[in-house]
């Protein structure tokens, strides 16, 4: 456990949405005196939980955690089992989430209350779908997260607690611990180590948006697209026209 306040360094560096860049930015955390934690227990001063939702590329996943293993980082990844960009029960896709877990990351739920409901659910509904999506993600993957982050949220979940799993956004991720998140790359506006480090934080980054070489948002997105369709065209093709059914796409790499 980590007793000291991390320690202030004003950051010079523009942020770029690359890997080299993320490796840069978590040795500095790590050079401010943070320690690395989980979900489980409640945050001690000093500590920081990394976080992952995995909007649309596991594979990107994959080489994040790479970077935060080498460093002797334990991240959670949040995955969604309703996204069209991928798929937990997908060969590659399990592989790479296995692989992440035996790098010592955890795997959890990134839940769509959009896939269910167009407005405000019950506590009790949102506890029900959110405890079948876990099995379901545990009969790819095994263990999973005690934690659940709900994909773009709407106001109605934050600051709420929910019985049978800890929300990302309940009240102590409001109040008692700080968020530095990359959505929408609003890092760039925002440098994420500016200003006071904060006593206890939590970082969410979304792999997708990074890469090997700087993209700004919509060509990151418009790439990605463009990566995973060229990916089920293979498949499609590879599955009925070659007859070949056990295809490890890895094996053609990230398409960047
Ligand atoms: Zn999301």
Redesign the pocket.
């Known amino acids: 456990m980590n007793t000291h306040s991390p320690s202030r360094r004003e950051p010079t560096e523009p942020v770029e949405f690359t890997f080299d860049w993320y490796e840069r930015f978590l040795t500095d955390l790590l050079d401010a005196g943070y320690t690395p934690a989980d979900y489980d227990d409640p945050l001690e001063p000093g500590e920081m939980i990394v976080r992952h939702?995995?909007?649309f590329s596991p594979r990107k996943a994959l080489e994040m955690g790479r970077i935060e293993a080498d460093l002797g980082i334990e991240a959670t990844y949040?995955v969604?089992l309703n996204c069209p960009l991928y798929n937990v029960f997908y060969k590659p896709i399990r592989s790479a989430l296995g692989e992440l877990q035996s790098m010592g990351h955890t795997i959890g739920i990134?839940f769509?209350t959009h896939q269910y409901w167009d407005g405000e659910a019950s506590s009790t509904a949102v506890t029900e779908r959110v405890l079948e999506e876990r099995e379901a993600l545990a009969c790819a993957v095994g263990n999973v997260s005690e934690a659940v982050?709900?994909?773009?949220p709407d106001e109605w979940l934050f600051r709420r607690s929910f019985e049978g799993f800890t929300s990302t956004y309940e009240e102590r991720f409001f109040t008692d611990i700080a968020y530095r998140g990359d959505s929408n790359q609003r890092w760039r506006e925002e440098h994420p180590l500016a200003g006071e480090l904060p006593d206890k934080l939590q970082i969410l980054t979304?792999p997708g948006l990074w890469g090997d070489e700087d993209a700004d948002f919509e060509t990151r997105l418009s790439n990605e697209v463009e990566a995973e369709l060229e990916r089920t065209r293979r498949f499609m093709h590879e599955q009925l026209v070659e007859k070949k059914y056990n295809v490890d796409e890895f094996q053609y790499g990230t398409n960047e």
């Open positions: 939702d995995i909007d949040f969604l990134h769509s982050s709900f994909h773009r979304h």
